[in-house]
């Protein structure tokens, strides 16, 4: 009795320190983010098809006197890389949201045609409204994302709906809206000079202004998603367990709609609809994290504009001295991604 005792009481003892452990690793893994993401933010100012030495970066940014270094540090690559941050973050809680919400681990908005719908709102204000100020056609892109946000839910069998059936629906959608913006494009010149690489998703033409439009959508979208963490944990339960803990499923689902449509409508107003950011990035950060919201949300916002900004880097560096969309090279990332993730998904018979 005596021998037995010790290690019963020192396994008691140590299982509240397990979970505070775990908070702990998580929180200096989320700063070792914070620290990636900060060299990422200095790489996406100091490459490009003209490398900027450090020192030059640091005076362009801080005591810029009109050099040609400091035009291209302040001008150019300060706001593409500030629009990426905010673009990023964006992409990534929306599709850390719509997994949630949906149960479904393929969800991601520009596989459920999110992106596609607000897309399709903007050439269309452009094309036969002539809007021209993201001002104006950032409250288009939030239509689009919305209509298609509900209908690609309700197509593919509302609360009954099936991973493999949301995407399914979800690519039908963004083939037919996809098309769409397409044939406006060929029938308006006009219109396919100015969009022709806002299409494919890029950060080529950000500027400070840009930036400043959308910044107070991203950041409500944010601030709404980190508020509805928890609500979402229990919701992954399922709804009779979250009603059970105390969560309001109407209003929940209705704030993660919001969410998602402000996060998704003022992101691909800003630089054109950009896939796979959403998918590949929650997925990257439950091997961190585990499955709580709570810390996966926040995860999310930080890794993403890593992803979004080092495609961007990649796209200038590999194809000197002109460069390839950031919405290019994520796709040729996510491709795969997506497929691996479909196989195995189909493996655990989802």
Request: charged letters at 10%.
């Amino acid at each position: 009795m005596l021998v037995d005792s010790p290690p019963e009481q020192s396994a008691d003892t140590a299982s509240p320190a397990t979970p505070r452990r775990r908070g702990t690793l998580r929180a200096a893994g989320l700063l070792v983010s914070v620290a990636v993401l900060l060299l990422v933010c200095v790489a996406s100012i100091a490459a490009g098809a003209k490398s900027v030495p450090p020192a030059e970066v640091w005076h362009g940014l801080f005591h810029s006197t009109g050099t040609g270094n400091d035009v291209v540090v302040a001008e150019v690559r300060l706001p593409r890389t500030v629009l990426g941050l905010l673009v990023g973050a964006a992409l990534g809680l929306a599709g850390a949201v719509m997994q949630a919400l949906t149960r479904n681990p393929l969800a991601e908005p520009g596989l459920l045609g999110v992106n596609a719908g607000a897309a399709a709102a903007v050439v269309s204000a452009i094309s036969f409204l002539g809007v021209t100020s993201i001002t104006g056609y950032v409250w288009f892109a939030f239509f689009g994302a919305a209509v298609v946000s509900v209908l690609v839910y309700a197509l593919g069998g509302s609360r009954a709906a099936t991973p493999v059936r949301l995407a399914l629906v979800g690519t039908a959608a963004t083939a037919v809206l996809y098309g769409y913006v397409n044939a406006v494009q060929l029938l308006d010149s006009a219109a396919l000079d100015r969009l022709r690489f806002w299409t494919v998703g890029s950060l080529a033409s950000a500027d400070m202004a840009t930036a400043g439009k959308v910044w107070p959508f991203i950041a409500a979208g944010v601030v709404i998603a980190l508020l509805i963490a928890r609500p979402l944990n229990a919701m992954e339960m399922g709804d009779d367990t979250a009603r059970a803990l105390g969560a309001r499923l109407t209003r929940t689902r209705l704030l993660a709609m919001v969410s998602v449509t402000l996060l998704c409508g003022a992101a691909t107003a800003a630089c054109g609809p950009i896939v796979f950011i959403g998918l590949m990035v929650p997925h990257l950060v439950q091997t961190i994290t585990g499955p709580d919201l709570r810390w996966i949300l926040p995860y999310a916002a930080v890794l993403s504009p890593v992803l979004l900004l080092g495609a961007d880097v990649a796209g200038r560096i590999v194809a000197r001295p002109s460069e390839l969309q950031a919405g290019i090279v994520t796709a040729l990332i996510g491709g795969p991604v997506f497929i691996h993730l479909v196989r195995r998904k189909r493996t655990a018979q989802l």
